[in-house]
């Protein structure tokens, strides 16, 4: 089945992502940037359970280290058949008269620039005219690209709009070189990512204004991942699934 890499498997998404394809027999490398300890844990997990996976750091808003990453990957002699470009970042909840040029460069430079460059190398290995065999691309956008993330972050939700034409830019352009790039589009999920938001309890407070009046889980997530990139999902690309509970 060949290497699966996700970006951010640490924890969250990324690390159900990263287990359940080790359970359908990729090879999983898990990418981190900060902590190793987690990514170890996953590592381990997986493992445990009969899979194989590696640990692969780098900051993916970095161009060098992503190149250092996918130099990496080439060394492991297994072809790169999927890429879950799901690292992502968001900041304190604010209105725009406090953001500062800085944090939205910081989280265009992961949530956007991060996901091209990992796009760009995937695309590298796979493209059939590059001599590669193909493969499938999943790109973790956000509800919160059609919503607008008001008075939270409209700096996130803008980087998730860069993400979904993306999507749609890049699955018409490699569409005929046997590569499938798809999106998926979480709502409310329970991970640590509400807690860089400054709201470690954001699902709970307003997961009563949701139609189906739950968070998801990452599990939940990961599973729509796991199928787009699957042979199940062969005529599907270009294509985006809500996990957001109906809103
Ligand atoms: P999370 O729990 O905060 O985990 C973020 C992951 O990204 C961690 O593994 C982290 O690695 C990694 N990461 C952060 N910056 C990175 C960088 N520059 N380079 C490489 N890795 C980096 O996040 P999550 O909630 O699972 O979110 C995953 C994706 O889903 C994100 O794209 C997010 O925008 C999207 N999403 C989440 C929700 C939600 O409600 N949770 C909703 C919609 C969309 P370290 O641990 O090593 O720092």
């Given amino acids: 089945m060949g290497i699966a890499l996700v970006t951010g498997a640490s924890r969250g998404i990324g690390k159900a992502t990263a287990l359940q394809l080790a359970r359908e027999g990729y090879t999983v490398a898990v990418n981190y940037h900060h902590n190793i300890k987690a990514a170890t844990d996953v590592i381990a997990q997986i493992v445990k ?3 194989k996976a590696f ?3 780098a900051d993916i808003s970095d161009e060098a280290q992503v190149m250092a990453m996918f130099d990496s990957l080439d060394r492991e002699g297994e072809p790169l058949t ?3 470009n799901n690292a992502g970042i968001l900041f304190e909840q604010s209105t725009i008269e406090n953001l500062s040029a800085e944090r939205i ?3 265009l430079a992961t949530n956007v620039t991060g996901y091209f460059l990992c796009c760009r190398e995937a695309v590298k290995r796979m493209a059939l005219k590059h001599g590669g065999k193909g493969g499938a691309i999943v790109n973790v956008s956000s509800a919160a690209s059609r919503l607008g993330a008001p008075g939270e972050y409209v ?3 803008a980087s998730k709009g860069a993400v979904d034409s993306l999507t749609t830019g890049l699955a018409l352009e490699v569409a005929a070189q046997g590569i499938r790039v798809n999106c998926v589009r979480p709502g409310l999920i329970y991970t640590e990512i509400h807690a860089s938001g400054g709201e470690p309890g954001r699902v709970d407070r307003v997961k009563s204004m949701l139609p189906m009046q739950r968070g998801g889980q990452p599990e939940e997530v990961a599973q729509a991942i796991v199928w787009l990139l699957s042979e199940k999902a062969s005529y599907v690309t270009g294509s ?3 996990l957001a509970g109906g809103k």
């Fill in 49 to 51: 359970e009969g899979g």
């Fill in 55 to 57: 640990a692969l750091r």
């Fill in 82 to 84: 999927a890429l879950v």
């Fill in 105 to 107: 460069n910081r989280v």
């Fill in 155 to 157: 700096d996130y939700a």
């Fill in 240 to 242: 985006f699934i809500e």
